[in-house]
């Protein structure tokens, strides 16, 4: 008997070594390469991605090989990104950023399967001729449910302080000219609220808090872009330390101490792209695969943040939100 488990054991052993390792990229635009290490990564999509990737039979070291990649703020490096990747000879590359942004790695990547990470006007930007049936190498998740969420959020933000009269926009410079932007403005002008640009510079993020105080600001809206969401941290401990009510896109901000969120849930985003990934390496092709748009949108509130900041939330917000926090 314990001959006959050695034996099964060794050829387990041999089967899974002689295991193709299949190579799949991880590329983020602007979180640190730092929070994409090991088994357990702190960024939460990677995380997920990786668990999923787990769940379904890809193990790292045994029949996977993930290349962990990152702009970390810098758009331009993500061409050099994607050509290194093509070297590898990588067989898909899961990628956030924006339409633009990965528009410029796919020019560098032409014959790899691309999955988005979540990436906003994949249409307009030349990636996929339809969501239904995107044609080419990409496909994957998009942000993209309308600009008119825009509105919404800041709608939230002057229903929970009713005297708000000046708001800063946190973004980059790209965000603010692009439809999500001019809803933003359009809304704000609609409501009778000034909205201020404050350019996002992840480099200069010292200059941006700077403009924003001398914007002298109600309260700060921080745009859908992928350096607000890697640079959380300095973002609230900022507006902690002025005492700026904020609203986020992304509910792990208000999770983290931010005033509120409102936005898409895209925390199953990592989940969903592992099974992208897998089909692709079964022998699907991208242009076939439809791209997924958000089905749910999360209001969160965090009272311990407003009673900080001497707010009081009205019950009609508290009524409506999907989560509040309460300590």
């Known amino acids: 008997m314990v001959a006959t488990s050695a034996l099964l054991a060794a050829q387990l052993a041999r089967a899974q070594s002689g295991e193709k390792k299949r190579r799949v990229a991880f ?5 640190p390469v730092a929070e994409m290490a090991g088994p357990e990564p702190a960024h939460p999509n990677v995380r997920a991605f990786m668990h999923e ?8 070291g045994r029949n996977l090989i993930l290349e962990r990649r990152s702009a970390e703020g810098h758009p331009e490096r993500y061409p050099d990104i994607f050509a290194e990747l093509a070297q590898l ?8 950023g924006g339409g633009a942004l990965l528009r410029r790695g796919r020019d560098a990547a032409s014959e790899i399967p691309i999955v988005m990470l979540g990436s906003s006007e994949p249409l307009k930007h030349g990636l996929a001729r339809s969501l239904a049936h995107p044609g080419g190498n990409v496909t994957g998740l998009t942000f993209d449910t309308g600009a008119e969420n825009e509105g919404k959020r800041l709608l939230l933000l002057k ?9 800063s926009y946190l973004g980059q410079t790209g965000v603010w000219g692009d439809p999500i932007g001019l809803a933003a403005r359009n809304a704000a002008q609609t409501m009778g609220i000034e909205l201020l640009f404050a350019e996002h510079n992840p480099d200069k993020l010292a200059e941006t808090f700077t403009t924003i105080e001398q914007q ?13 969401f890697a640079q959380q941290q300095q973002v609230l401990a900022f507006v902690s330390k002025v005492r700026l009510p904020a609203i986020y896109p992304f509910g792990q901000i208000a999770v983290a101490g931010g005033l509120m969120s409102y936005g898409a849930n895209t925390l199953d985003f990592g989940r969903r792209a592992a099974h992208y990934v897998d089909k692709i390496l079964k022998g699907a092709k991208p242009g ?15 009272l311990k943040t407003a009673r900080a900041l001497g707010i009081k939330i009205p019950p009609s917000i508290l009524l409506r939100a999907d989560r509040v926090i309460e300590w």
């Open 27 to 31: 590329v983020l635009a602007a979180s």
């Open 53 to 60: 990737l787990r769940n379904i039979g890809y193990v790292e």
């Open 89 to 96: 000879k990588t067989e898909v590359i899961v990628a956030a």
């Open 159 to 167: 229903e929970a302080i009713p005297t708000l009269a000046r708001v």
């Open 216 to 228: 002298k600001p109600d309260a700060l809206f921080a745009s859908p872009s992928p350096t607000t």
């Open 288 to 302: 076939d695969l439809p791209i997924e748009q958000p089905t749910k949108f999360d209001l969160i509130v965090n």
